[in-house]
């Protein structure tokens, strides 16, 4: 079974197990062509389903382990830890808790600091958090642009960063294997490569006068090529051994009316893809090295729920989340190698483009309140 971990509006905290081959059974998908958004050279997937309450589970391919009320006010930010042990949260009461996988249980916690002696007084509200696989090190972003550093086993402040952007902090991306000590995060209208032993920022770029929502690394392992989502619906290109990130080396325009809200490398064999969730719930496959969309599924139809949330199981089946849903996509019959070829073929027709499978949606898993996801 896989595991994965859903914080809500109002501070739950629930861990589910989901069978991915039961679910991949229970699909029936089948393809149609939609050109209702005015983009022709796109196929969708439409998909029978079974829908599956989160908070009254009873389909034995997905179960909730447990579930838990953890925070007093929302929860912001939720990771596992890089071994599967733990579970970290925080809140917007300023907690972070550390627990259990396997009970919910809390095992430690790290308390707001909101008294007269707090060097800078009430502490900013935390946006982001993140674990890192080779250091035990709880990476936090804040409102007010900070970035401190935890001890995943102490739980005590090791390192701190002030004002690393303008503004809060919209992401934080690792540079590990190369580093485990560097880090890239991006807030307001900035990304910033900053060293947390040295408390220090090493490069920040230019203004982009657009603000960055959410970044990725398309290959992890090599650091070439970074992606931003920006508020103006395009997706910005960096490449820091060009410029030192002092600025985007390219950009993919998807939709001017929308934002680019998260963005997730596909982990494709050649570093090329990469995945896009838009505020109108549309997800969109990007060719990173020609500039351009390839593919587009929905995950809502009706408009009502921006996908915030994009992530890949260990078997490399996309995850797409909003406020109200969590839809775990179908990899089965998806070749990338197909993508560049599906394109020109559409190009070159009048008619709806040639028919390829895409990934197709399992029964979508519906709850309240989504606010945060991470999975195992």
Not at 35 to 50: A, E, F, R
Not at 111 to 134: C, H, K
Not at 178 to 191: A, E, P, R
């Amino acid at each position: 079974m896989n595991l994965f971990v859903t914080g809500t509006a109002q501070g739950e905290v629930k861990l589910f197990k989901y069978d991915a081959q039961k679910l991949e059974d229970s699909v029936l998908p089948f393809n149609t062509y939609d050109s209702s958004l005015g983009l022709p050279n796109c196929t969708t997937v439409g998909v029978y389903g079974k829908e599956v309450d989160l908070d009254d589970v009873e389909n034995d391919a997905v179960v909730m382990s447990w579930r838990t009320k953890r925070h007093k006010g929302s929860c912001r930010d939720v990771k596992f830890d890089c071994q599967g042990e733990y579970i970290y949260t925080a809140g917007s009461d300023g907690v972070i808790k550390k627990a259990d996988v396997s009970t919910g249980k809390v095992v430690a916690k790290i308390e707001r600091n909101d008294s007269a002696e707090a060097e800078e007084g009430v502490e900013a509200t935390i946006t982001r958090i993140l674990t890192v696989p080779n250091k035990p090190f709880l990476i936090v972003g804040d409102e007010d642009g900070n970035v401190k550093c935890y001890d995943t086993n102490s739980m005590e402040k090791l390192y701190e960063l002030k004002k690393v952007h303008g503004d809060a902090v919209n992401g934080i991306c690792h540079c590990a294997p190369k580093s485990d000590y560097k880090f890239v995060s991006i807030g307001s209208l900035t990304l910033a490569n900053w060293d947390i032993r040295k408390e220090k920022v090493i490069h920040k770029s230019e203004s982009q006068d657009d603000e960055v929502l959410s970044c990725a690394w398309v290959d992890q392992d090599t650091q070439k090529t970074m992606i931003c989502g920006m508020a103006e619906g395009i997706v910005t290109v960096w490449k820091p051994e060009y410029n030192e990130f002092e600025d985007q080396i390219s950009r993919i325009n998807l939709d001017k009316e929308e934002s680019a809200e998260s963005v997730i490398s596909a982990m494709d064999s050649n570093d090329r893809y990469g995945y896009v969730g838009m505020s109108n719930g549309i997800v969109s496959k990007i060719d990173i090295a020609h500039g351009r969309k390839i593919e587009q599924i929905f995950h809502t139809e009706k408009d009502d729920d921006s996908v915030s949330i994009l992530d890949l199981d260990h078997e490399y089946r996309l995850v797409s989340a909003g406020i109200d849903k969590l839809k775990l996509w179908s990899n089965k019959g998806n070749d990338d190698n197909d993508d560049a070829a599906s394109i020109a073929s559409s190009d070159s027709s009048s008619g709806p483009p040639n028919k390829k499978l895409k990934p197709q949606a399992l029964p979508t898993i519906s709850s309240h309140g989504i606010t945060k996801f991470d999975d195992l």
